[in-house]
């Protein structure tokens, strides 16, 4: 471009690119002038933050961690995914049991010092058409023992806890449930069981079942999952016995959020 001849100094132009970035350093000067605290007034005495709170340098210990595949759960599909293993958790009984959820219906006892796998549990079998596992967050979600599972005498003696999907239909008269206003699709069912030795391990009794309550969802996702009690209460404290429920949205999609 020519620079226009209008009797005055011609000053060179600037590229619009820089006139911006200083008008925007300005900018930001003046908003910095009047948010900051320091600036335009007589200094202060600051005070000194350490950069770095830790002032040697942090040593490695030489322990390693290794992950050892040492059981496999048996398949519940001819076809991928050939199990849907959801939790895994002990009794807190010392026994030294782990036992693990598979979303299909069931429950695996695992030996862990030799991997060995026994049913604890088959949902599927014990609910029968009532049972829902028909899609990848429903059907058996998560389990939990009580902590007074091993001790003689106590209300939650050999007592597991389960949450998993479950028809509108099965539903029990009497049993909680805790709906919304909306049309249900399914429920989300937590039920207690009694255990029983059964030679060298466990087994549920089927027969023992329990309902607790309800919970409605309208859609297929997002649904009642984790139980847990607190591991920490101990006895005579006001959370010991008490169990922890985590609960979805039911689906917050394609609403955002959950209109619900």
Excluded: C
């Excluded at 950069?51 to 001819?78: C, H, M, N, W, Y």
């Excluded at 026994?118 to 059907?139: K, Y």
């Excluded at 937590?190 to 969802?217: C, D, F, H, M, N």
């Excluded at 006895?235 to 689906?251: M, Q, R, V, W």
């Amino acid at each position: 471009m020519q620079e226009e001849d209008t009797g005055r100094e011609a000053r060179p132009r600037l590229p619009r690119r820089r006139l911006v970035q200083a008008g925007l350093a300005g900018l930001g000067g003046l908003a910095a002038a009047r948010l900051l605290p320091g600036v335009g007034r007589p200094a202060r005495a600051a005070t000194v933050v350490t950069p770095d709170p830790l002032k040697a340098a942090i040593q490695r210990s030489g322990i390693a961690v290794k992950i050892v595949e040492f059981s496999t759960p048996p398949r519940t599909s001819e076809t991928r995914p050939y199990a849907l293993l959801n939790f895994l958790y002990h009794a807190g009984d010392g026994s030294g049991w782990l036992f693990a959820n598979d979303s299909r219906g069931k429950i695996w006892l695992i030996n862990r010092t030799t991997g060995a796998v026994q049913q604890l549990l088959d949902l599927q079998l014990a609910r029968g058409s009532a049972f829902l596992d028909d899609g990848l967050q429903m059907g058996l979600r998560s389990f939990a023992f009580h902590p007074d599972f091993a001790r003689s005498g106590r209300p939650g003696h050999r007592k597991l806890y389960t949450v998993s999907t479950e028809t509108v239909a099965s539903r029990p008269s009497g049993v909680r449930l805790f709906s919304g206003p909306f049309e249900a699709l399914f429920h989300d069912v937590l039920a207690e069981w009694s255990v029983y030795p059964t030679g060298p391990a466990l087994r549920v009794k089927s027969s023992s079942r329990r309902e607790v309550l309800r919970i409605a969802q309208y859609k297929r996702d997002h649904n009642t999952d984790q139980l847990m009690f607190d591991p920490n209460a101990q006895p005579g404290t006001s959370n010991y016995g008490k169990l922890f429920i985590g609960i979805g949205d039911g689906g917050n999609n394609p609403e955002h959020p959950d209109p619900y």
